[in-house]
């Protein structure tokens, strides 16, 4: 039976109104810097287009795209345990400082050698970034309203995706091409040094860092013996493996069943990540969380299962919002769960490591899966897709309602 574990001081906001923490400076500041962080990766919508205009052979593409998401998920594990509340506003400062950098080297890099450096050093880059930025959000979140505010935080950093976008061919128009696009987001990558300034003076830095240090080996050698923090990764791994399965094949699927635009059902289902997440998100911590993520699972499972036959336009799109609910569902609610399950002092490592399954889901995925759709087609690839959906919500079921709050008081 999964059990909350102890509560930081800073977590402890029972007192304070929820509208208030939503709308506090702190939160806000740093939801803004996410939604900068996230932008300088979705501007990378149009690359594959950009690579077409260099010389680079089109066999070389994969590689180029795929180098950062493997940068991060190399390098993030290896860091996380040495950022804390106390040196996480100075390594913060340093992975925005080299995401201007990678952005602005783009401009220089013109074969496919230098192209890999980029991707490469942009990687590491959002790697230190993103960690640094986990770590001082974890210090803002309110223990009995973590899934609300982990839903907030995924709307922030989906948000790019769906805005930036749409605005590339009009950029790169006024603009003079890609290359000066990424330099005008190099630019506003930079408001993320007042926004975390604003929110983590000198002063609060220094107190942090009086109580905090890195993980030493054993501590996360005993952290990864808790089944509750295996479990949910687990879970998880199975969820995004999922999820890149259908971000990557849908296209294909689409033309197979001889349906235009699915581009529409990714949009749909993004629309239905958002709106469950701001209409419903404050439900997601009045119930038993892992019994929820259960839920949400075998609600995915069904849908996988229709996917895999589906032929109907209007079946397929409808999937579409369904697919977007479960997700908006499940993902902070994992996060949620993790944060809740975890003792302080692991909270902001396993977040991260709850963040490095949505790269590995995002690998491991389209590794399993492209050779699975190649030898027995689309429909047992979804079928394969609601196993792992079932599997994870086996892992999750049976989990009774979070106990022990009361242990916050002695750390235990």
Known sequence: ???????????????????????????????????????????????????????????????????????????????????HSGN???LLFLGVGLAVCSLAAYTLATGFWSLLLVRCLHGISFAVLGTALMTLIVEVIPREKSAQFFGYLAVATLLPNTLVPPFLPFLEAHLGGFNRILLVFAALTLLIFPLVFAVTGK???????????????????RNLQDMQVLRILAAMLLLYCGHALVFF???????????????????????GEIG????????FDRMDKGRLAAWSLLGLGLAYIVLASVSGKWIFFSLGLVFGLGWGVAMPV?????????????????????????????????LIGAPLLARLGYGVLYMFCAGMSLLAAVLMLGKGEEKNAERSKDGV
């Open 334 to 366: 994992f996060n949620g769960l993790m944060f809740d399950v975890s003792q302080p002092r692991f909270r902001a490592f396993n977040i991260n490591l709850g963040l490095q399954m949505f790269q590995a889901g995002f690998f491991l995925g389209p």
């Open 203 to 221: 002063g609060q830095e220094r107190k942090a860092q009086d109580g905090s240090s890195a993980l030493t080996g054993r501590e996360i050698i």
């Open 276 to 283: 469950i997440r701001v209409i419903a998100g404050s439900v």
């Open 249 to 271: 094949f849908l296209d294909g699927y689409g033309k197979y069943i001889k349906i235009a635009y699915t581009g529409v059902f990714l949009t749909l289902s993004t629309v």
């Open 1 to 83: 039976m999964i059990e909350t574990k102890s509560s930081s001081p800073v977590a402890e906001t029972a007192d304070t109104p929820l509208l208030g923490q939503l709308l506090s400076r702190k939160f806000l500041c740093l939801m803004a810097a996410a939604f900068l962080a996230y932008a300088n990766i979705s501007v990378f919508f149009g690359f594959v287009d950009y690579l077409h205009t260099l010389p680079v052979p089109p066999a070389d593409y994969g590689l180029l795209i795929g180098a950062l998401a493997a940068v991060s998920l190399i390098v993030r594990p290896i860091i996380s345990p040495f950022f």
């Open 88 to 90: 996480a506003r100075g």
